[in-house]
């Protein structure tokens, strides 16, 4: 399915949808350029799982852990899917709760074989094309 999200809000509201499409222990990898929106997402992913801690990027950490219901993945900082491991990273993958994977690019080798993908793409200032 490919959406054209005009607003911020348009984005939560196609990933706050997408969100009650999961099921427990999908490993969802969110593809796109830095500024794209994948964190953005991901924050309206959390609201449809009725996540109710803020999202925040997580960058620094790799990953944050929302209840166990959410796991959400930066990779930026990775640089190979050995690193995830050796931190213990992709235990989460096969632990019952959602994975959202933001730069798995990073850590390809170790992803599981069955994953579902989000790619967003910048159009313009506010609009992005997002495929399901
Ligand atoms: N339609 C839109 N959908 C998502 N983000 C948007 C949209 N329009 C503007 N933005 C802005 O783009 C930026 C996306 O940032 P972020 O989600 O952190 O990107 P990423 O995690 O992909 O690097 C935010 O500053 C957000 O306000
Ligand atoms: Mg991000």
């Given at each position: 399915m490919e959406y054209v999200s005009k607003s911020l809000k348009q984005t939560y509201k196609i990933a706050y949808d997408y969100a009650k499409t999961l099921e427990k222990g999908d490993v969802v990898l969110l593809q796109g350029?830095?500024?794209?929106g994948k964190t953005q997402f991901t924050k309206g992913l959390a609201k449809g799982l009725e996540i109710t801690d803020e999202i925040t990027s997580p960058?620094?950490?790799?990953m944050n852990d929302y209840d166990g219901v959410l796991y959400h993945y930066d990779?930026?900082?990775?640089?190979s899917g050995e690193d995830a491991e050796a931190l213990g990273l992709?235990?989460?993958?096969?632990?019952g709760g959602i994975c959202v994977i933001e730069w798995s690019e990073n850590i390809k080798?170790?992803?599981?074989?069955k994953v579902k993908i989000v790619k967003i793409e910048k159009i313009n200032e506010k609009t992005r094309k997002i495929t399901l």
């Open positions: 350029e830095m500024g794209a960058t620094y950490a790799y990779c930026y900082r990775l640089s992709t235990d989460y993958f096969y632990n080798s170790v992803l599981p074989k």
